[in-house]
């Protein structure tokens, strides 16, 4: 669940640089730009839509507070575990036809997730649309190399979809929080069945791009998001039912053979969804772990915060979603700043500091209470914590690029923003895991014994349960800002790279 985007820094793999091919201005290049920049909307928004309606989705479905966090976690693993099979899927079949089948698939999946009549079928669903948005996300950025001529056109067409990461988890936060209040918690879902309508039936305005020899490597995606998915459960189930309950060892031994597995295949199959020559460069690998780092402290403070307004302090969803304001604000302001002094200082001098100032932020939240004020507490630690992420982004991702090869440019660009969902989805298992054993050591079952003092009215019961809840948040918070910190290690270690120079065509990494 994120909140903004960086800028950009390299053109994807096959990418248009001549100009031929791509459409002219009789081919409704407007359009075009509408369908992709939808698209990204629909794709970002849905990263942080669902954040904002989760207590409802809690109180309407009865879902566990384990099992809270898969509503979330479920779309950014499928979303981060298949985005480089979704890129190679559209370099092989048609970026254009990939990007049809994401589409539809995410939009069917959000019919199903708004008409879902339990959890098990809610988290099947956003499985769904994490699978149609890693189909469609790569493919849509490489469809404005091939749609919009080198120059202007090209340039304005990535500008607005690199804004759309912002505005996407800015949009989500607020129309997540006006459809739960007006209408119901399932119009977070319904809500993209037309917008996936429309963007499907603008496709034909996109020009194909040319298909490239290889295979997909099946093997390598299912034994990868298998192995993930078994790790996050393995943690999800321990927290819940004891580390050395049966099925949470069985969890960890698949999670380990899986990803053993998926390592092998790597490193010995001729086209690799994950090429493992990419982790040979110290500022890559170092890029790619602080990124896992962000994503997992990231991903946590969306969660936690939106159950605290909510829960704690009883904001409305609407009034929640505009709480994030300042967030999104901060996060802009220091994206910018940061895209331009990269021309200027080494990416480490500032995405380091960044990450401190973030853990500076994370803290202060570590130290709410259930009756904090927002303009005095809420807001301005808000602020903090998005300056300094918002600072780190734009390096990361020029560290992940630099000096890598013209035929690996896409394939780096899209490991980072793998490393930022996978570390979302690891980082909130991990803490979620936190926060319920921490609430539950000062009241067991912290969050059930709230809703039962809710609805008895038994405010005594409220006012423990609220206290028990918002420690176990503080204590994750406080977990997240660790997070951070060993992120400001890795950077300080690993990335050395000089002062860099941003290019015209750059792949975003989503905050999202």
């Given at each position: 669940?994120?909140?903004?985007?960086?800028?950009?820094?390299?053109?994807?793999?096959?990418?248009?640089?001549?100009?031929?091919?791509?459409?002219?201005?009789?081919?409704?290049?407007?359009?075009?730009?509408?369908?992709?920049?939808?698209?990204?909307?629909?794709?970002?928004?849905?990263?942080?839509?669902?954040?904002?309606?989760?207590?409802?989705?809690?109180?309407?479905?009865?879902?566990?507070?384990?099992?809270?966090?898969?509503?979330?976690?479920?779309?950014?693993?499928?979303?981060?575990?298949?985005?480089?099979?979704?890129?190679?899927?559209?370099?092989?079949?048609?970026?254009?036809?990939?990007?049809?089948?994401?589409?539809?698939?995410?939009?069917?999946?959000?019919?199903?997730?708004?008409?879902?009549?339990?959890?098990?079928?809610?988290?099947?669903?956003?499985?769904?649309?994490?699978?149609?948005?890693?189909?469609?996300?790569?493919?849509?950025?490489?469809?404005?190399?091939?749609?919009?001529?080198?120059?202007?056109?090209?340039?304005?067409?990535?500008?607005?979809?690199?804004?759309?990461?912002?505005v996407g988890a800015t949009v989500g936060l607020l129309l997540g929080g006006m459809l739960t209040?007006?209408?119901?918690?399932?119009?977070?879902?319904?809500?993209?069945?037309?917008?996936?309508?429309?963007?499907?039936?603008?496709?034909?305005?996109?020009?194909?791009?040319?298909?490239?020899?290889?295979?997909?490597?099946?093997?390598?995606?299912?034994?990868?998001?298998?192995?993930?998915?078994?790790?996050?459960?393995?943690?999800?189930?321990?927290?819940?039912?004891?580390?050395?309950?049966?099925?949470?060892?069985?969890?960890?031994?698949?999670?380990?053979?899986?990803?053993?597995?998926?390592?092998?295949?790597?490193?010995?199959?001729?086209?690799?969804?994950?090429?493992?020559?990419?982790?040979?460069?110290?500022?890559?690998?170092?890029?790619?772990?602080?990124?896992?780092?962000?994503?997992?402290?990231?991903?946590?403070?969306?969660?936690?915060?939106?159950?605290?307004?909510?829960?704690?302090?009883?904001?409305?969803?609407?009034?929640?979603?505009?709480?994030?304001?300042?967030?999104?604000?901060?996060?802009?302001?220091?994206?910018?700043?940061?895209?331009?002094?990269?021309?200027?200082?080494?990416?480490?001098?500032?995405?380091?500091?960044?990450?401190?100032?973030?853990?500076?932020?994370?803290?202060?939240?570590?130290?709410?209470?259930p009756d904090s004020s927002y303009a005095a507490h809420l807001m301005p630690a808000m602020f903090?914590?998005a300056l300094g992420l918002g600072m780190s982004f734009v390096p990361m991702t020029l560290g992940?690029?630099?000096?890598?090869?013209?035929?690996?440019?896409?394939?780096?660009?899209?490991?980072?923003?793998?490393?930022?969902?996978?570390?979302?989805?690891?980082?909130?298992?991990?803490?979620?895991?936190?926060?319920?054993?921490?609430?539950?050591?000062?009241?067991?079952?912290?969050?059930?014994?709230?809703?039962?003092?809710?609805?008895?009215?038994?405010?005594?019961?409220?006012?423990?349960?609220?206290?028990?809840?918002?420690?176990?948040?503080?204590?994750?918070?406080?977990?997240?800002?660790?997070?951070?910190?060993?992120?400001?290690?890795?950077?300080?270690?690993?990335?050395?790279?000089?002062?860099?120079?941003?290019?015209?065509?750059?792949?975003?990494?989503?905050?999202?």
């Amino acid at each position: 669940m994120s909140a903004a985007d960086s800028t950009a820094v390299a053109a994807p793999t096959g990418s248009d640089t001549t100009g031929s091919g791509p459409a002219s201005g009789g081919r409704h290049l407007g359009l075009a730009l509408f369908v992709i920049a939808a698209a990204q909307l629909m794709v970002i928004l849905d990263a942080t839509i669902t954040n904002i309606a989760l207590p409802a989705i809690q109180t309407d479905l009865g879902v566990s507070d384990s099992n809270l966090a898969w509503v979330v976690n479920s779309y950014a693993l499928a979303f981060g575990g298949l985005l480089l099979f979704g890129g190679k899927a559209g370099d092989l079949y048609g970026r254009r036809r990939m990007f049809q089948v994401g589409i539809a698939v995410f939009t069917i999946a959000s019919l199903l997730g708004g008409l879902a009549p339990n959890e098990g079928l809610l988290i099947g669903a956003r499985i769904l649309q994490g699978i149609g948005a890693a189909l469609a996300a790569p493919s849509a950025l490489a469809l404005i190399t091939t749609t919009f001529p080198v120059g202007k056109s090209r340039n304005t067409a990535m500008g607005v979809y690199a804004a759309m990461g912002g505005v996407g988890a800015t949009v989500g936060l607020l129309l997540g929080g006006m459809l739960t209040d007006v209408l119901d918690w399932r119009w977070v879902f319904y809500v993209n069945i037309p917008i996936g309508l429309v963007v499907l039936a603008g496709t034909r305005n996109l020009v194909e791009a040319e298909r490239h020899p290889g295979r997909l490597d099946v093997p390598g995606a299912i034994t990868g998001t298998g192995g993930l998915i078994a790790l996050v459960y393995g943690i999800t189930r321990g927290g819940e039912h004891g580390w050395g309950n049966g099925l949470t060892l069985v969890s960890f031994a698949v999670a380990a053979v899986l990803l053993v597995v998926f390592l092998v295949l790597q490193a010995r199959t001729g086209d690799p969804m994950m090429p493992l020559r990419l982790f040979k460069d110290r500022n890559r690998w170092g890029s790619y772990a602080t990124m896992l780092f962000i994503g997992a402290g990231m991903f946590a403070t969306f969660y936690f915060l939106t159950l605290y307004m909510q829960l704690i302090l009883g904001y409305s969803p609407v009034r929640t979603g505009f709480a994030y304001l300042p967030f999104s604000f901060g996060m802009a302001a220091a994206a910018g700043i940061s895209a331009k002094l990269v021309t200027h200082v080494a990416p480490r001098l500032i995405a380091g500091p960044g990450l401190l100032v973030a853990a500076v932020g994370m803290f202060w939240f570590a130290t709410l209470e259930p009756d904090s004020s927002y303009a005095a507490h809420l807001m301005p630690a808000m602020f903090v914590t998005a300056l300094g992420l918002g600072m780190s982004f734009v390096p990361m991702t020029l560290g992940a690029v630099s000096g890598v090869s013209h035929a690996d440019t896409g394939v780096a660009s899209a490991l980072l923003n793998t490393a930022q969902q996978i570390g979302g989805a690891l980082g909130l298992a991990v803490l979620s895991t936190i926060s319920t054993s921490a609430a539950d050591d000062k009241l067991p079952e912290a969050a059930g014994a709230l809703y039962r003092g809710l609805a008895t009215e038994d405010f005594a019961l409220v006012a423990r349960a609220g206290d028990a809840l918002t420690h176990g948040y503080t204590v994750a918070f406080a977990a997240a800002a660790g997070m951070f910190l060993a992120g400001l290690v890795v950077t300080a270690l690993a990335v050395n790279a000089g002062r860099q120079h941003v290019e015209e065509s750059a792949t975003p990494v989503h905050m999202g």
